[in-house]
């Protein structure tokens, strides 16, 4: 069973700080990663995908890799009441047409 | 760009009655899936598309079945719906690029009580 966890929260940050959200994988094969956000009631969008250990940055949203400990994290800078939402990690194991394996999501509130 | 689109966004069932939840996107995509996300239980994989002509069970398959009537579109059938079918249904896409490297482009949901 592959299974990914991630920390429910709620996690609070004040706004202007960095928001860190964690998740870790069980199958050691899993070769790509992505960060969704999803708003109450809405569907999940895309924020980062990462592939390769090390970092990966676009704009105030970094996702780091580290495969051999089996852990992705994403860091938001500079957080805003507007990234208050759930943030799901997800993996893919198998090949391109693969479906993704979920965590339940980490929910995450900016306090202004 | 209308991306995925589902239908109906939302559907009150009787137990024991049958619907088909229908999803079409317009982005060329090879790939298509249909998940369910439940409280507490995330989104979990019902069945995917890899292609045009071939489907194959997820996580969670049992009571529903799934057709891609083409490259564009594939719909899920609930024959005899039971409450515990009660949930948010998401149809998906994806490019599936060799390697995995090719993210999920998900529909608006459709929330489905089954009484």
């Known amino acids: 069973q592959k299974e990914v966890e991630q920390n429910s929260g709620p996690l609070s940050v004040p706004e202007g700080a960095i928001a860190s959200l964690n998740c870790t994988y069980s199958?050691?094969?899993?070769?790509?990663f992505f960060w969704y956000r999803q708003y109450s009631g809405k569907s999940p969008e895309l924020i980062m995908s990462?592939?390769?250990?090390g970092d990966k940055e676009d704009g105030r949203f970094t996702a780091q890799l580290n495969k051999a400990s089996q852990y992705v994290s994403l860091l938001i800078r500079d957080s805003q009441p507007s990234d208050s939402a759930t943030y799901l990690c997800?993996?893919?194991?198998?090949?391109?047409?693969?479906?993704?394996?979920f965590g339940k999501g980490t929910h995450l509130i900016i306090q202004p | 760009n209308a991306g995925v689109t589902q239908t109906p966004k939302f559907q009150v069932l009787k137990t024991g009655q049958s619907m088909t939840l229908q999803c079409a996107q317009d982005?060329?995509?090879?790939?298509m899936y249909w998940y369910r996300q439940d409280p507490g239980m995330g989104l979990r994989l019902i069945y995917y598309s890899a292609s045009e002509g071939t489907t194959d069970k997820g996580e969670v398959p049992n009571g529903y079945n799934v057709s891609r009537l083409n490259k564009r579109e594939f719909s899920l059938r609930l024959e005899s719906a039971a409450p515990s079918q009660t949930s948010v249904y998401f149809c998906?896409?994806?490019?599936?690029?060799?390697?995995?490297?090719?993210?999920?482009?998900f529909g608006n949901g459709t929330r489905l009580t089954v009484t």
């Open positions: 199958d050691r094969g899993s070769q790509s």
């Open positions: 990462i592939y390769s250990n």
């Open positions: 998906a896409s994806s490019e599936a690029l060799a390697g995995g490297a090719s993210p999920l482009h």
């Open positions: 982005m060329n995509h090879n790939s």
């Open positions: 997800a993996v893919r194991s198998g090949g391109g047409a693969d479906g993704l394996t």
